[in-house]
């Protein structure tokens, strides 16, 4: 600074640097202002979800954006699924429905509603990935287009299955009806027991009386 004052109209080229560089000072600041501002568009969807397999599961969604919608905006819902670039499972305007997916994906979404559900329905193992929910929509200024970043990562966990075998429970009912909580034999097995002895016991007292009785009267013949 002090050569530049040193020189006939030091002051004046000192000024001009200043003017240049106010501009690319005023820039920088804009951008990094710009660059903690978040964005006026996006989609919201909930970052992890949990279904079981073969049962069904619910991902919501909304978006948001600033610009005035055209007459006819042609509102249109599209998901992918895996990645970001990943392939198209649904595209409402088309009626789409990835192969993998026939007949199990339905879309509780009507336009101009900025928000909506995709439920997945018969869940199988191969469908746990992220899935991203995309918006297409014409403005006044043209046609817009923009998806969830992150998406939803989606994990499918296997329901309890186990039945018990008849055989066991039949073997379970049979234990019951023979023995007591505490191991000791049922009391109206005990009865039982007695009861079949005592028959026993007449049995072989009358049968030698009937068989001396025939003898006697065949003799008498």
Known sequence: ???LLSIPGGIRTLDWILLLLLPAACLQAGNSA????????????????SGVQGGSIEIPFSF????????????????????????FIYISS?????EHFKDRLILNWTQPQTSGVLRILDLKEKDQT?????????TRGGTESWQSIDGTNLTITHGDTTIQSPSIVTSA??????????????????????TVGV???TAVLITPVCVLMVVLCWKQR
């Open 130 to 138: 992220v899935y991203f929910c995309r918006v297409h929509l014409i």
């Open 173 to 194: 009912v049979t234990t019951v009806g023979l023995e007591d909580t505490e191991g000791q034999r049922n009391p109206s097995l005990v009865n039982l027991g007695g």
């Open 34 to 49: 710009g660059s903690n501002r978040e964005r006026p568009f996006g989609v919201n969807q909930p970052a992890q979800l």
């Open 199 to 201: 028959v026993v016991g």
């Open 64 to 87: 948001y954006f600033p610009w005035e919608l055209a007459k006819d905006p042609q509102m249109r819902i599209l998901w992918k699924w895996k990645h970001f670039h990943g392939d």
């Open 94 to 98: 088309l009626g789409f429905i990835h």
């Open 1 to 3: 600074m002090a050569l």
